[in-house]
């Protein structure tokens, strides 16, 4: 209830700031002269929620929804990029396998790893994790974790967490509460602090 998933959807564009304006390079996302630039911006964003959306197709087709014209080649990078791989090669019918109606026939580690997958083909500007390991075992958020590390190095990744351990290693943590920002910096130094992320 802070409003870390309501700053998602202004940012996204999902919201309209009731006042203030959210600017990207300087620019207002929400330019109703230039209603193409929320697309544009719309389009260098990939984002993976807590409850993951998969149809009842193949892992191939759940992978490339949303990317239009990919190759298997590219399907299996961001597979491997994503930590997805190992477990999709051990299926019977590898990327052709059904996962059923939203995902069933999967675990919930499995379920996430094929959503970063997902964005990660997109080969988005910004990526934006929404409590994406918040339902994992110690194991599945490992992988997911090295998955965004990984991808982490050449993007620019925003976490929203509620687990330290998903965010400790993060250039920048802002510490939220009833809407408004109460502490921002590394972990090291929002510790040094002795206040609200340190209690």
């Not at 700053?7 to 209603?35: R, Y």
């Not at 580690?109 to 964005?119: V, Y």
């Not at 500007?125 to 918040?134: G, R, V």
């Amino acid at each position: 209830g802070s409003g870390k998933s309501t700053t998602v959807d202004l940012l996204m564009g999902l919201l309209e700031p009731s006042s203030g304006k959210i600017t990207v390079d300087g620019c207002s996302i929400h330019s109703h002269k230039e209603p193409e630039r929320l697309l544009a911006w719309r389009a260098a964003i990939a984002h993976v929620p807590q409850m993951i959306y998969l149809a009842d197709r193949s892992i191939a087709e759940n992978i490339a929804f949303g990317t239009p014209g990919t190759s298997l080649p590219q399907i299996k990078e961001a597979c491997t990029a994503a930590q997805a791989a190992g477990f999709i090669e051990s299926l019977p019918k590898s990327y052709d396998t059904l996962v059923g109606e939203r995902g069933y026939r999967l675990s919930g580690g499995q379920r996430q790893r094929l959503s970063l997958a997902r964005a990660i083909l997109r080969n988005p500007e910004l990526l934006i994790l929404d409590e994406a390991t918040s339902a994992l075992d110690s194991q599945s958020e490992l992988l997911v974790q090295q998955a965004i590390e990984q991808f982490e190095r050449n993007h620019t990744v925003l976490v929203i967490a509620h687990r330290l351990s998903t965010i400790v290693r993060a250039n920048k943590i802002l510490v939220l509460d009833g809407g408004c920002i109460l502490e921002q910096g590394n972990h090291n130094d929002l510790l040094s602090l002795r206040g609200k992320y340190y209690s």
